[in-house]
């Protein structure tokens, strides 16, 4: 198969102005962080609907300043899902906490509230909510246990969710904008929040010149360039967010017929699609590579669950979700002609 017929999982779209507005600020030669850093944080954090930001170097390092601007230390417990990426469980890691994980729903792949609940304990000191594939956690209820929680929103910008946005819901909410993000600067992430300590904490922290003393610091800072690429991301994002429902409502009517688990829905939360996750399919390892051998790129949402990284046993919907769900491509530049041949061959296939 020639590479260019190959579909992919996701692509960021760079059009021309981002391309100027990198060129110009690469020009200026003032590229390291100053001026465009500052603005992404004020149109980001007014988009979101918050009031204070710091833009750091990724999401995993917006997820470990925020433990840190939390005071979470050794022995602290986190709370974190089983069903999420590495980065979750290697910023609790790093910061020196006990991760304690929490088992996801069944339909919607998300950290269960009720798993969450049982597993708190006097030390717990966090909870880190991921949204996962698009769609708001049960966050509404998890904030009502009274532990300080962190929004991983990494895969969902401003989703509708109980009349508000996710990422208003926690103490701090964290942001990635990876390539393949809703929205992307390359590399890069962000802290919000309404407590402004919290975010002067960590711009703080990734500052470490000209500072009277040696308290910890580190480098996480993001570029002037990257976040000139960002603002003219973040234009886009209304058009990119929208572009993924029609073709999520386009797989949801191919599908329906078809005794699949598809995306579920809420009247009270907003389905942004950053993925496209199909359960209940038998024998993916097989269907993965069918997919492939046409043309069309299919993963698993999550590469492990991560207590299986740890040998523990007992998080049945975690195990179930890894062993049974697929993620279709999905992009907000997908062309018709791509949807109906993953649809076509989707439909063979599964
Ligand atoms: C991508 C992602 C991260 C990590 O972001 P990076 O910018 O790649 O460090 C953290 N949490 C979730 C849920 C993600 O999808």
Same mark, same amino acid.
């Given at each position: ?28 030669? *003032? ?62 890691? $790093? ?31 966090? !909870? ?26 990494? #895969?969902? $910008? ?6 508000? *946005? ?25 802290? $919000? ?67 699949? $688990? ?15 996750? !199909?359960?209940?399919?038998?024998? !993916? ?8 051998? *046409? ?30 769900? !697929? ?5 907000? #530049? ?17």
């Amino acid at each position: 198969m020639n590479e260019m017929n190959i579909i992919p999982h996701s692509k960021p779209f760079i059009g021309s102005s981002e391309i100027e507005q990198v060129c110009k600020i690469l020009a200026s030669g *003032k590229i390291a962080a100053g001026t465009q850093v500052s603005l992404f944080e004020k149109y980001f954090s007014k988009f979101m609907g918050l009031k204070n930001a710091a833009a750091v170097s990724s999401g995993t390092a917006a997820l470990y300043l925020a433990l840190l601007a939390l005071k979470i230390k050794n022995n602290d417990e986190v709370i974190i899902p089983s069903y999420v990426c590495t980065a979750v469980l290697n910023a609790v890691t $790093l910061s020196n906490a006990k991760p304690v994980f929490a088992d996801c729903n069944s339909d919607d792949y998300n950290i269960s509230a009720e798993d969450t609940k049982k597993k708190i304990t006097t030390r717990t000191k966090a !909870i880190i909510v991921p949204h996962l594939f698009g769609l708001p956690a049960d966050i509404k209820t998890i904030c009502s246990f009274g532990i300080p929680v962190i929004e991983d929103c990494a #895969q969902t $910008l401003s989703a509708d969710c109980y009349g508000k *946005k996710a990422g208003q819901w926690g103490e701090i909410s964290i942001y990635s904008f990876y390539a393949t993000k809703p929205f992307t600067t390359g590399e890069g992430g962000m802290a $919000l929040s309404n407590n402004k300590k919290y975010t002067e904490f960590i711009i703080d922290y990734i500052n470490y010149d000209e500072k009277t003393d040696l308290e910890p610091r580190f480098n996480f800072k993001m570029t002037d360039f990257q976040a000139g690429l960002g603002i003219i991301q973040l234009k886009r994002l209304p058009d990119f967010l929208k572009m993924r429902k029609i073709i999520a409502n386009k797989y949801n009517k191919a599908f329906s017929e078809k005794g699949l $688990l598809l995306p579920v829905s809420y009247p009270e939360k907003e389905h942004t699609f950053f993925r496209y996750v !199909i359960g209940n399919v038998a024998k !993916i390892d097989k269907k993965l590579s069918a997919f492939q051998k *046409k043309g069309v790129t299919v993963r698993r949402p999550i590469f492990m669950p991560l207590h299986l990284y740890l040998k523990k046993k007992g998080f049945i919907n975690s195990e179930k979700a890894w062993n049974t769900s !697929i993620s279709l491509p999905i992009y907000p #530049q997908m062309t018709n002609k791509e949807i109906d041949k993953v649809i076509e061959i989707a439909d063979d296939i599964l």
